[in-house]
């Protein structure tokens, strides 16, 4: 084994650790080698999981500032990592597998890399089940489900937490790019700039070539037309703020075919809601059926599988009768607060808590307020 493939070896392992894991085997290795040179790959292993100074981080890799301004520069062009300017001093931090070293490069789509041979090795990825063990997060998911807005209006419980209108016009910036599933898997033609960033990271992928800034009302518009497409929105799986909102398609997208396509129901995204159909009120019209991304209606038992359900709402709104509707969900979803919280959880639960927290830096005052923005 050379110098540098025991590099990416390295941090294939440090990546294992993470909620989101990485798989064992040469495609993975391969895709590493393709989107980080051997000296981005050497600062990676050491870059923390949420931001941490630049000169706290030049210091763990024995480097100057300006050596590792430049490296992670080089890495944030490509969205492998955040260098972010923030209050007159500069942070640093390494991205996870998904969202992160899959999506953002494939999202900017003019890097100097084999894309053809990339996406070929990401639809394996695709086609295995999304890493090692528990995929996308395991019993703790990645994304949660964000119902359409008109099926929320008709929930016996209406939330703050469950609606995208509130994420969006609370957020400090917003982004829309290219969906790195449907450009990677190709499985259908639904509309592929639909993935909104929401906060500081917005604008960090706008500046970066990832994505462009839009504003509040066209980010509701791109929400609508991705409805109206049967895409379910499916945001990071916290509370208090979204870093960001997917329109997902069940061939295509990993949140959902995680379930659709590799029957891993128990670990699909779900919200605070569920659908339940009035069999008195159905004509049998099927149109709750055809649109559900899930398949977890029959109408021929005017039924709606709750264990196959995610509470999208596009079955209520598709609906000409009004009788589905969306109830509680119970019991209710455990929601993390924010990331860091869901990132704790996740890899409790896949049993690498003390390692992952091991590269994560003790988050700071700075820190908070960056993750807050």
């Known amino acids: 084994m050379t110098q540098d493939t025991a590099v990416y070896t390295r941090l294939r392992d440090r990546l294992s650790v993470t909620p989101m894991g990485a798989p064992k085997g040469d495609d993975f290795i391969e895709i590493l080698t393709i989107l980080f040179t051997p000296e981005e790959a050497r600062l990676a292993l050491v870059l923390p999981f949420i931001p941490a100074p630049l000169e706290d981080i030049a210091r763990t890799a024995d480097i100057s500032v300006s050596e590792a301004r430049r490296i992670l520069d080089s890495m944030a062009d490509k969205g492998l990592g955040?260098?972010?300017?923030?209050?007159?001093?500069?942070?640093?931090?390494?991205?996870?597998?998904?969202?992160?070293?899959?999506?953002?490069?494939?999202?900017?789509?003019?890097?100097?890399?084999?894309?053809?041979?990339?996406?070929?090795?990401?639809?394996?990825?695709?086609?295995?089940?999304?890493?090692?063990?528990?995929?996308?997060?395991?019993?703790?998911?990645?994304?949660?489900?964000?119902?359409?807005?008109?099926?929320?209006?008709?929930?016996?419980?209406?939330?703050?937490?469950?609606?995208?209108?509130?994420?969006?016009?609370?957020?400090?910036?917003?982004?829309?790019?290219?969906?790195?599933?449907?450009?990677?898997?190709?499985?259908?033609?639904?509309?592929?700039?639909?993935?909104?960033?929401?906060?500081?990271?917005?604008?960090?992928?706008?500046?970066?070539?990832?994505?462009?800034?839009?504003?509040?009302?066209?980010?509701?518009?791109?929400?609508?037309?991705?409805?109206?497409?049967?895409?379910?929105?499916?945001?990071?799986?916290?509370?208090?703020?979204?870093?960001?909102?997917?329109?997902?398609?069940?061939?295509?997208?990993?949140?959902?075919?995680?379930?659709?396509?590799?029957?891993?129901?128990?670990?699909?995204?779900?919200?605070?809601?569920?659908?339940?159909?009035?069999?008195?009120?159905?004509?049998?019209c099927g149109m709750c059926e055809e649109i559900c991304p899930m398949k977890a209606v029959t109408i021929v038992d005017a039924a709606i599988d709750p264990d196959k359900c995610i509470g999208c709402g596009l079955c209520v709104e598709a609906c000409p009768t009004g009788a589905v509707t969306l109830v509680p969900r119970s019991p209710a979803p455990d929601i993390p607060p924010t990331m860091y919280e869901w990132g704790r959880r996740a890899t409790e639960a896949k049993g690498t808590l003390e390692q992952y927290m091991n590269e994560l830096t003790v988050p700071s005052e700075a820190t908070d307020e960056i993750a807050d923005d």
Not at 227 to 239: P, R
Not at 243 to 259: M, N, R, T, W, Y
């Open 82 to 284: 955040f260098l972010i300017d923030y209050k007159d001093q500069s942070f640093g931090m390494f991205v996870d597998v998904v969202p992160g070293i899959y999506e953002f490069p494939i999202m900017k789509g003019t890097l100097d890399i084999d894309y053809d041979r990339l996406k070929e090795l990401w639809r394996r990825y695709h086609e295995n089940g999304w890493g090692d063990g528990e995929p996308l997060g395991g019993p703790m998911p990645l994304g949660r489900v964000l119902p359409v807005g008109t099926a929320l209006e008709t929930s016996q419980s209406v939330l703050t937490r469950d609606s995208i209108e509130h994420y969006i016009r609370d957020a400090s910036h917003l982004s829309v790019s290219n969906c790195s599933c449907r450009t990677t898997i190709e499985g259908c033609d639904r509309p592929r700039e639909v993935c909104l960033g929401v906060g500081i990271g917005a604008k960090f992928l706008a500046e970066r070539g990832i994505a462009r800034l839009i504003n509040v009302d066209e980010a509701l518009a791109i929400v609508e037309t991705a409805h109206k497409a049967g895409l379910v929105s499916v945001s990071s799986n916290s509370e208090n703020r979204v870093s960001f909102i997917c329109h997902c398609c069940p061939c295509c997208c990993g949140q959902l075919a995680v379930a659709t396509v590799h029957g891993r129901y128990d670990l699909r995204p779900v919200g605070s809601n569920v659908a339940v159909l009035d069999g008195e009120s159905c004509t049998a």
